[in-house]
């Protein structure tokens, strides 16, 4: 076997949430990028322990489906944090100062793009467009709650927000 399609640490192995999905889609053809969209909807990724579990249940050999998690962007390999920050790096928001955001939230959260905080509250991604250009430079946070969208960002509006978010965070796991 190879080293990627082992367990990752902290990967979900029970997946009884999945299986109403692969009884329903695991044998219709062309059904694979909905099992994937499904799985990571429950999981929040796609751990490569649920990659081999949709094999078995569809025949699709990992590779394959590895393949096309890789292809797409929407897919995610590993667990994203409690606030998933999408920062729009389209024409706009880059002529706004988009490139300044970024710097500003990399050296506040010491993360880069694709990366999550270690105490998992932060992951961030930039994105192509978020379709919000009037309010350039601008970024998206979604997490259990739903999606919120902060606009005409400054280096200093993006680390207060950041900041009131993981104080926020933090009080809700000590009051948990």
């Not at 999550?116 to 998206?140: E, H, K, R, W, Y």
């Amino acid at each position: 076997m190879c080293e990627n399609c082992n367990s990752q640490p902290g990967s979900v192995t029970d997946f009884a949430d999945l299986a109403p999905v692969l009884e329903k889609y695991g044998n219709v053809q062309g059904s694979l990028i909905t099992i994937l969209q499904k799985a990571q909807d429950i999981y929040g990724y796609l751990s490569m322990d649920a990659i081999n579990y949709i094999s078995e249940n569809t025949g699709i050999k990992p590779a394959k489906i590895y393949g096309v998690a890789t292809f797409y962007t929407q897919f995610r390999l590993k667990p994203i944090g409690k606030n998933l920050i999408m920062l729009c790096k389209g024409t706009a928001c880059h002529v706004n100062g988009a490139d300044s955001i970024e710097e500003a939230i990399t050296e506040f959260l010491e993360i880069e793009d694709g990366e999550t905080t270690a105490d998992g509250i932060f992951t961030l991604n930039n994105v192509a467009c978020l379709g919000c250009c009037s309010l350039a430079p601008v970024m998206m946070i979604k997490n259990s709650d739903g999606e919120e969208t902060f606009g005409n960002l400054t280096k200093d509006k993006a680390k207060t927000i950041l900041a009131d978010i993981r104080k926020r965070d933090g009080e809700q796991e000590v009051a948990g």
